[in-house]
């Protein structure tokens, strides 16, 4: 198995199941919380890592510029995909959010020169139909055609901030290290999240700053434990995803990452109670089909 490929399916188990547990925590406490909780403790975790390594700060702005701009794209992306989560049904969402791996086969050609083939074009074409059916729910014709939840939205803005996150890791491994573009990501990511929590908190009629009235309750052990687990495995997720990017295609590594999302599926349906419509059973394959398309030399 190529490297990239396993490191990317690595970050894939990861990220899959961080989403199972921020999903079921967003609607305990609010997307927000659960957002800015995981990455406090992201930050708190690469700036360990960093001391403890010895790592340097890079001394050049742009690099600087470059790393602070992948933490407040990865604010945006983990906050629209938490919010999916927590408004959307669990299945469709991640399946939607799945996508980015084709997203970012498409902007690594685009953007980063990459090459790919007529049958990767295939594929990719066959995962955006795909992700159309997951997120269309029709009911009596086409004309009742509608969006299967308010998550799919979240879902659509959080696939294409996770594709942008992928190439600018890529980007920005060309001339820092995994450690340093993380500690300085990650923390203005907690800085975001931070504010962003004391601000929406106070207003009281956004949904984003508030605690879902009508989700289960949870103690407060189990809450900081929850997420002090997702926030481990995100770093976990993206150790193994910035190692593939240092040596394999970015098309190869973001493709396999994406599949994350099918690990929540998984769980979703089998052990959640959640179902699928049988067109969106069909989306989430076709979805498939065109990551094992793209995948194929």
């Known amino acids: 198995m190529p490297f990239g490929l396993l490191t990317g399916l690595t970050a894939a188990l990861f990220w899959g199941s961080l989403d199972v547990i921020t999903a079921l925590g967003s609607r305990v406490i609010g997307s927000l919380r659960v957002t800015a909780g995981m990455q406090a403790v992201t930050a708190?975790?690469?700036?360990?890592?960093?001391?403890?390594?010895g790592a340097t700060l890079p001394t050049d702005p742009r690099e600087l510029g470059l790393a602070a701009l992948l933490g407040l794209v990865g604010a945006g992306?983990?906050?629209?995909?938490?919010?999916?989560?927590?408004f959307g049904?669990?299945?469709?969402v991640s399946g939607m959010v799945a996508a980015f791996g084709g997203l970012t086969v498409v902007l690594s050609v685009?953007?980063?020169?990459?090459?790919l083939s007529l049958l990767q074009a295939a594929g990719a074409t066959i995962a955006t139909v795909g992700v159309l059916l997951t997120a269309l729910a029709f009911d009596g014709g086409l004309r009742a055609t509608r969006f299967a939840g308010p998550g799919v939205v979240f879902a659509v803005i959080a696939l294409v901030l996770f594709s942008l996150m992928a190439i600018t890791t890529d980007?920005?491994?060309e001339t820092m290290t995994w450690i340093e573009i993380y500690t300085i990501a990650r923390v203005v990511n907690a800085a975001i999240g931070t504010i962003a929590v004391l601000v929406l908190a106070r207003r009281a009629g956004s949904a984003l700053g508030q605690r879902p009235t009508d989700g289960p309750v949870w103690s407060e052990r189990r809450i900081v434990g929850a997420i002090v687990i997702a926030g481990v495995l995100d770093v976990l997720g993206l150790i193994a995803f910035a190692t593939g990017l240092e040596t394999a295609p970015?098309?190869?590594?973001?493709?396999?990452?994406?599949?994350?999302?099918a690990v929540t599926i998984i769980v979703a349906v089998a052990f959640?109670?959640?179902?699928?419509r049988p067109i969106q059973w069909v989306g989430l394959v076709g979805i498939l089909t065109g990551m094992?398309?793209?995948a194929i030399p």
Do not use: D, H, K, N
Not at 44 to 50: C, G, N
Not at 77 to 83: C, D, G, P, W
């Open 89 to 92: 049904p669990i299945a469709v």
């Open 250 to 261: 970015t098309w190869m590594v973001g493709l396999a990452a994406s599949l994350g999302p």
């Open 110 to 115: 685009v953007l980063r020169g990459e090459s």
């Open 292 to 294: 094992v398309c793209i």
């Open 171 to 173: 980007v920005a491994l």
């Open 272 to 276: 959640l109670g959640e179902r699928l």
């Open 77 to 86: 992306a983990y906050l629209s995909y938490f919010t999916g989560l927590q």
């Open 44 to 53: 708190v975790a690469f700036l360990a890592i960093f001391l403890i390594t």
